[in-house]
């Protein structure tokens, strides 16, 4: 069974860091592409950075956390993560990680084949 899990979410105050992992069971995360997305509350699900199969060489990652989170793969521990930085109360959802066969990493919800239950992530003071 292939299955996705998301850990790492909690609460932390502006200007703080938390690290999201997402692991895989069932299938080797390597062979896909990883997306990170988030929903706040009364909002859609939107994309928020993606990696490519196969290594990792490719990267994307919406404008408003380029700078400040990073995306990466340990092939080794079949798991993503998503370091974020700087965090923002805007930053504040439920993210969920995904997976899409292929290469290239073009963070479109509709070719995710796979996702997570989501974790929880609150920034406020």
């Known amino acids: 069974q292939l299955q996705l899990v998301e850990s790492g979410g909690g609460l932390v105050h502006p200007g703080g860091s938390l690290r999201l992992s997402c692991s895989g069971s069932?299938?080797?995360?390597?062979?896909?592409?990883i997306g990170w997305f988030r929903q706040a509350p009364g909002k859609e699900r939107e994309a928020v950075s993606c990696i490519s199969s196969r290594g990792g060489d490719l990267v994307n990652y919406v404008d408003s956390v380029q700078g400040r989170f990073t995306i990466s793969r340990d092939n080794a521990k079949n798991t993503v993560y998503l370091q974020m930085n700087s965090l923002e109360p805007e930053d504040t959802a439920v993210y969920y990680c995904?997976?899409?066969?292929?290469?290239?990493?073009?963070?479109?919800?509709?070719?995710?084949?796979?996702w997570g239950k989501g974790t929880l992530v609150t920034v406020s003071s």
């Open positions: 995904a997976a899409a066969a292929g290469y290239y990493p073009d963070c479109d919800y509709n070719n995710m084949d796979y």
């Open positions: 069932g299938f080797t995360l390597d062979d896909y592409v």
